[in-house]
């Protein structure tokens, strides 16, 4: 089995051209957007994501909320090569953002021989990034430090305009970098060696430069 999985990056737009048939697909939070051909076999969210950007009744097949990816996490850790971590402990190990949580939530429940990655370069507007850092990194957690606009969307068309997109449905925050490059970089490395421990490949379909090269890169 192989499984398509897409995040909101601008890479995700690959999916538009078609070419992964035979993939499950698994959309991570805004990612449903980019099935507009035929719906996603999964949507996968946190907690805390707006309920202003979910998507319509139709446009997914089943929802993997967090009580069910982590569920999962919890029950399947030992399997996966992690002992002596449970509950959040755990969830920190693998990467605190929801990137991580949806890659093992899906190296646990379908055990495939491929993850694909779209939408996952992490390859932000460092301009924005930079703005972002400079005000206290505006965001969910924190209510975008007073957000007096009726939607997020709004927001952040006001907050970033004037700067070049780097998601492909409009402007967002570069949350992933809340903790830092160098944290993404180390549970990059950690969720390949679990991988290699499973046995299952993962590899990043997306044609754009990226900063990280942990995953293989190869077209699909």
Known sequence: MKVLY????????????GGY??????????????????????????N???????PPVGRFRHEITHAIYNGVLQRSAVELGITGLEGFALERYIGYTSFFQGLYWIMAHFRPQQIGLL?????????????????????IQNRFNGKKEKTI?????????????DAFYGHG??????????????????????????????????????PFSVFVREPQ
Not at 29 to 44: E, G, H, L, T
Not at 122 to 136: F, G
Not at 184 to 205: F, P, S
């Open 6 to 17: 897409v995040g909101s990056g601008m890479s995700a737009l690959q999916v538009k051209r």
């Open 21 to 46: 048939d035979g993939h499950v697909t698994v959309a991570l939070n805004n990612a449903w957007r980019v099935f507009d051909a035929a719906p996603c076999d999964y949507w996968i969210h946190p």
């Open 48 to 54: 805390d994501f707006p309920a202003e950007n979910f």
């Open 119 to 139: 939408g996952f370069d992490h390859d932000y507007n460092q301009e924005k990034v930079k703005k972002w850092e400079a005000d206290a990194k505006p965001n």
């Open 153 to 165: 969307r709004e927001w952040s068309a006001r907050y970033f305009a004037g700067y070049e997109t």
């Open 173 to 210: 925050t570069p949350d992933p970098l809340r903790f830092g490059r160098q944290y993404l970089e180390v549970k990059m490395n950690i969720a390949q060696q679990t991988a290699d421990r499973v046995g299952v490949r993962i590899v990043n379909y997306s044609e754009r430069p990226s």
